[in-house]
Nanobody, 119 residues
């Protein structure tokens, strides 16, 4: 059973930085692809950043140049480095990873971590 544990959220002032982590366990397979999403109450659930199996990344326009998605060499932990944070980045952030054999890849979600950016 794959489990994801997120960490790294918290309260930070505008202009500050946070690094979110998402550690996967319970699978003998490494992470194939990954993504970070965020949810603000009353607003659309949105994709913040993703990375495919080949390492290609994609970012929400509003976070380009400020956020960086990455993974560790063991490909069991996913990160989201968030710099120059703005109050509008305040949200619950969720990681999603794709793990499994090539013909049976599955999505797994983290529990969410709150990020609050004060002005």
């Amino acid at each position: 059973q794959v489990q994801l544990v997120e960490s790294g959220g918290g309260l930070v002032q505008a202009g500050g930085s946070l690094r979110l982590s998402c550690a996967a366990s319970g699978s003998r397979f490494s992470i194939n692809a990954m993504a970070w999403y965020r949810q603000v109450p009353g607003k659309q659930f949105e994709l913040v950043a993703d990375m495919n199996s080949g390492g290609r990344t994609n970012y929400l326009d509003s976070v380009k140049g400020r956020f960086t998605i990455s993974r560790d060499n063991a490909q069991t932990t996913v990160y989201l480095q968030m710099d120059s944070l703005k109050p509008e980045d305040t949200a619950v952030y969720y990681c999603k990873v794709v793990i499994g054999p090539r013909l049976d890849l599955k999505d797994y979600w983290g529990q969410g971590t709150q990020v609050t950016v004060s002005s």
